[in-house]
């Protein structure tokens, strides 16, 4: 074997490689930006003598080796433009490394990369949907903030990505769904494909938390365009009112709430289809019921007034949870309708004695 | 929260709300507590910032509860707000940062991934959260490791 002696450039790596490590936090981060200012001064310098360690440094058997060295790449992948192409694929690579540390932290560089580099990240976009696949939920979850933050940061490179993603959704939802929810938050529009899957986990939920967390991207879809709402999804949605599901119906009046919320032009024909609900058998449909009601009648007080006698009846509900909604409901007419607080004044007061824990606790912010 | 809003419209009832209040936190009632608790997440999942402005405040007092289904929801409802209260929302992580430090896991591990959304635009309060996240990178727990590791992977 032959020796060669180390340039002057390879032991400085060596160095600050070494300081990476170190126990104190400034002094592995100034390890870190030092090699990361070498990719703008000399990029030459980090593909030739940093580059080719990554494998090693990568799944090195220490953690603060391994993470710190993911710092650098990600440094110099937002510094560097020059060296994006050589090392992307280290970050794409890491999505499935034996680490779920370096796993999420790859995902999250990748959906960063997305938005000021997408030609990158868009052949990568499929790929790191399959990791969606892993059977192992753990990694699938990991490969799950991957997806979601790519289509947080560029919505647009998510396009190919759709068709696995509804694929899973029903078969995995506990997965998908924190997908949905985490794209969701930045552009509804790009679960509109989703839609009648969504509707199927509210169909066959067996608990109100799936429903609800599958009713959580839909809500938020109801912001979208009044056409793409009546057209696409006012139809899906009205007949899992009448579900026999009790859990689709809570879901659905959920949804239709938010419909009723963002388009005030739709608002009094939501509130005919969700008036009945507020009678419904099942108590959790009668609490969403409650509370959805008056955040459509926010600001109105023609609304108001065929809601606020609903709502008061479900003052005296059976259920202390109805009768909690029931006062937050009553705050958001309070808060937009005021003239109305005066005539429901009488009743809260009373409900401040209310004899359950829950009533008051919800009344607390609710009709206070 | 509607007390601001009502206590111009009706003082009296205002007032004796606030006694209420104070009697509920004085009671210790958890299920007092974890009734709000739910409410705030269910709502804050579609804000309307002309309805919502003000949950903040009354969502920040349960961060400091002592159960840890309150906090986590408080938690939650926070990250839910960002997108339409990012000043407000943002005010509120010195007090997050705190509950890195809590006993509880999936405390630390939602207040860790909640960090690195609500702070990643703002440069101020990525200085504050990153030597507390880099430290959480030494958590004996490797989930809580890995939340950490995927607010970094927002922020460095």
Not at chain 1, 94 to 116: C, F, I, Q, T, W
Not at chain 1, 198 to 220: Q, T
Not at chain 2, 43 to 72: C, H, N, T
Request: proline fraction near 6%.
């Amino acid at each position: 074997m032959f020796w060669k002696k180390k340039s002057p450039e390879e032991e400085e790596l060596d160095r600050l490689i070494s300081r990476t490590k170190s126990e104190s936090l400034q002094e592995s981060l100034t390890a870190v930006s030092t090699i990361v200012e070498k990719g703008s001064a000399s990029p030459e310098t980090i593909r030739r003598f940093f580059i080719p360690r990554l494998p090693s440094l990568l799944n090195d058997g220490d953690n603060r080796i391994r993470t710190r060295t993911a710092f650098v790449v990600s440094g110099l992948i937002f510094k560097s433009p020059d060296l994006r192409r050589d090392l992307v694929v280290f970050m794409f690579n890491l999505l499935k490394h034996n680490d779920p540390e370096m796993r999420v932290y790859a995902g999250m560089v990748l959906g960063r990369l997305s938005a000021v580099a997408p030609e990158l990240v868009k052949p990568l976009v499929v790929p790191v949907a399959e990791l969606l696949r892993d059977r192992d939920q753990v990694r699938a979850g990991n490969a799950s903030f991957a997806v979601a933050e790519i289509g947080s940061k560029s919505p647009s490179l998510l396009h190919d990505a759709i068709p696995i993603i509804n694929e899973l959704l029903t078969k995995k939802p506990e997965v998908i769904l924190n997908v949905l929810k985490l794209i969701s938050l930045k552009d509804p529009t790009i679960v509109k494909d989703s839609v009648p899957k969504l509707i199927e986990i509210m169909e066959k939920a067996k608990s109100l938390d799936y429903s609800w967390e599958a009713s959580i991207p839909l809500v938020r879809l109801s912001h979208a365009s009044r056409e793409l709402v009546e057209g696409l999804m006012v139809p899906q949605i009205e007949p899992l009112l009448n579900h026999q599901n009790k859990f689709a119906r809570a879901g659905a009046v959920y949804v239709m709430g938010g419909v009723g919320t963002s388009h005030p032009s739709l608002a009094k024909d939501v509130l005919q289809k969700l008036s009945a609900k507020a009678s419904d058998w099942e108590t959790v449909v009668r609490t969403f019921a409650a509370f959805t009601l008056a955040r459509i009648c926010y600001g109105s007080p023609e609304l108001a007034e065929t809601v606020v006698p609903q709502l008061t009846r479900l003052l005296n509900d059976s259920s202390d949870t109805v009768r909690g909604a029931a006062s937050i409901g009553l705050r958001y007419i309070a808060a937009g309708s005021p003239e109305r607080v005066k005539q429901i004044t009488p009743k809260l007061t009373e409900m401040l004695k209310d004899r359950d824990q829950i009533v008051r606790g919800w009344r607390l912010w609710g009709c206070a | 929260m509607g007390l601001r809003l009502i206590s111009k419209v009706v003082p009296d009832l205002a007032g004796m709300v606030v006694d209420r209040i104070s009697d509920g936190i004085a009671e210790g009632n958890l299920r007092v507590r974890r009734g709000a608790a739910f409410a705030f997440q269910m709502i804050s999942s579609y804000p309307e910032p002309g309805i919502d402005r003000d949950l903040l405040p009354e969502i920040a007092k349960l961060l400091e509860d002592k159960d840890s289904e309150v906090k986590l929801r408080a938690v939650l409802s926070l990250l839910n707000l960002v997108s339409s209260f990012p000043d407000q929302v943002r005010a509120q992580v010195p007090r997050m940062l705190e509950l890195l430090d809590d006993k509880d896991v999936p405390i630390r591990i939602n207040t860790s991934i909640a960090l690195g959304y609500i702070v990643e635009d703002s440069k101020d309060m990525k200085g504050l959260a990153l030597p507390r996240l880099m430290a959480l990178l030494e958590d004996k727990n490797p989930a809580v490791r890995a939340a950490a590791a995927l607010s970094l992977g927002k922020l460095i």
